[in-house]
């Protein structure tokens, strides 16, 4: 936990930055890592348990990192942005999937879905509040979060972890998240993570579609809202603006946060601070409140 601590003081400086109350907060949860939700490939996939210590059910975070869907990139890398959950006391459930050199798409999406069912199954024993659910990540794990949140079980992608519960999100926080994956990998937005992910799949743009966010939207969803710099180079802006219009016309409740720099990832402190302060005023307006003040 120092290290979290450190990364806190010195990059995202959330809400309230004050670093003595940070680490006082962090004396009151109860860390579980490396929890096995599901076995694929051969591989154990896992994940960490945050909980904070509360006698009624709590609004849990399902974070979901970045990098692409590429090996190299896990959980423990990026727990710095679990920090301003944990500022408010939140439980988080921090997630690992395959990567694409363990299986291709669309494994992630799989293990995600799975990783939401665990939770719910889990609910009563790690106190987490099924009702109020946040699923957030960046860049590829931004994607997972969208994907997960909005994957309908007709699109037959939860089957790896067969189950009676119908589990949903209350509200998706997407950093920055690629809605059509079609577009990165064919065509003048082509990115090597991307084509990684899909290597020789047949068909691989009928596959594509099948894990866009773009495809699922429609009508009842849960509220969106996304962050994305209008000049990233990694994951074009115009995923982020075709993703807000579509939900926009669809009538689900989203907002688009605009960030100015050419940067993808870490905006700096003032940026960042700015979009804590977006995600939320737009979750507390969905009724979601901190759990410590």
């Not at 210590?53 to 727990?79: C, D, F, M, R």
């Not at 909005?150 to 790896?160: E, F, H, I, K, Y």
């Not at 720099?261 to 901190?290: N, W």
Request: include cysteine; aromatic fraction near 10%.
């Amino acid at each position: 936990m120092t290290r979290l601590v450190f990364l806190f003081s010195v990059t995202l400086a959330a809400q309230t930055p004050v670093l003595d109350s940070t680490i006082a907060r962090m004396e009151r949860y109860r860390i579980t890592p490396d929890i096995t939700y599901q076995t694929a490939s051969g591989v154990d996939l896992k994940l960490d348990v945050y909980r904070y210590e509360t006698s009624a059910p709590n609004p849990t975070v399902l974070y979901i990192h970045g990098g692409g869907w590429q090996q190299g990139s896990t959980k423990a890398s990026y727990t710095h942005w679990l920090l301003p959950y944990i500022q408010i006391g939140w439980n988080i459930v921090n997630v690992d999937y395959r990567p694409s050199s363990v299986a291709l798409a669309p494994a992630a999406v799989e293990d995600c879905l799975c990783a939401l069912r665990w939770l719910y199954r889990n609910a009563k024993q790690y106190n987490f509040d099924t009702s109020r659910i946040v699923v957030t990540g960046h860049s590829a794990g931004g994607h997972l979060s969208l994907t997960t949140g909005m994957t309908p079980a007709s699109a037959g992608l939860d089957r790896q972890c067969p189950g009676t519960e119908d589990p949903k999100v209350a509200a998706i926080v997407n950093w920055f998240g690629i809605t059509d994956v079609g577009d990165i990998i064919g065509g003048p937005n082509t990115k090597t993570y991307a084509v990684k992910w899909f290597a020789a799949l047949p068909d691989r743009q009928a596959a594509a579609k099948r894990v866009s966010p773009l495809t699922y939207v429609r009508a009842g969803l849960p509220p969106v809202i996304t962050i994305h710099d209008d000049a990233d180079p990694t994951v074009p802006y115009t995923h982020a603006t075709r993703l807000h219009e579509a939900l926009a016309a669809a009538k689900v409740s989203n907002q688009l946060v605009t960030v100015g720099g050419g940067k993808h990832g870490y905006f700096g402190v003032e940026p960042t601070q700015r979009a804590y302060r977006e995600i939320f005023s737009f979750l507390g307006e969905l009724g979601f409140k901190p759990a410590v003040q």
